[in-house]
């Protein structure tokens, strides 16, 4: 072959293969397996717990509360241990048990002596806003320094007490001790978007 023949097949151009628009897709470990949506913004991931858990993370840590607990519990098994528990148990579904004055009493007395405050929203998850209503009765920040537990800085929970309360209440007997054992705890056997934004929250299975 001579050298100008071999020279004009060199000289033809390559065709690159036609390209096509190509949609990505997420991965998945499976083939089939299906994309779960994204949470929305504000929502936080639960934490799956049995109830020897949850009670090792809550009532035995030795840590400083820094927020409130959201515990969603189908098996009511939660309800049942609290309610034999020494805590503040409020059936929020009661209505005399939400009025003002008596969450003010069991707020400063969960605080007092060292208690859980606890919320019991049964089966009405809904109702978490007609709850902050109630407390917020109290005072319009007292829902969210419970959520945050901004209640327990710079001895807040003092502008709480009344001197009715009597001896028992005086600012001397809220000590480290008592105040370290204070918890705030949302308890309900379902779950919604808006009790899903508070605190540390736990799935029990």
Do not use: W
């Not at 090792?56 to 309610?83: K, M, Q, W, Y």
């Not at 002596?113 to 920040?141: A, M, T």
């Amino acid at each position: 072959m001579s050298s100008k023949s071999a020279a004009s097949k060199n000289s033809k151009k390559v065709q690159k293969p036609e390209s096509k628009d190509v949609t990505l897709r997420p991965t998945s470990s499976k083939p089939n397996e299906p994309i779960e949506a994204a949470k929305p913004a504000g929502l936080k991931e639960p934490q799956k717990l049995n109830l020897k858990e949850m009670i090792g993370i809550i009532f035995d840590s030795s840590e400083f509360p820094n927020e409130c607990f959201t515990i969603i519990d189908e098996t009511t098994r939660v309800s049942a241990f609290l309610r034999h528990r020494d805590t503040n148990y409020l059936d929020c579904l009661d209505k005399q048990t939400m009025e003002p004055e008596r969450l003010r009493v069991a707020v400063i007395s969960a605080i007092r002596y060292g208690k859980s405050l606890i919320f019991d929203l049964l089966d009405s998850p809904d109702i978490i806003e007609h709850i902050e209503r109630c407390i917020n009765q109290v005072d319009p920040n007292l829902f969210k320094e419970l959520c945050d537990f901004s209640i327990l800085k710079d001895n807040r929970y003092l502008d709480y007490v009344k001197e009715k309360d009597g001896e028992d209440f005086k600012s001397h007997f809220f000590t480290d001790l008592t105040l370290i054992n204070f918890r705030v705890i949302f308890l309900s056997t379902k779950s919604n978007e808006n009790i899903e934004k508070l605190g540390k929250q736990f799935i029990i299975v």
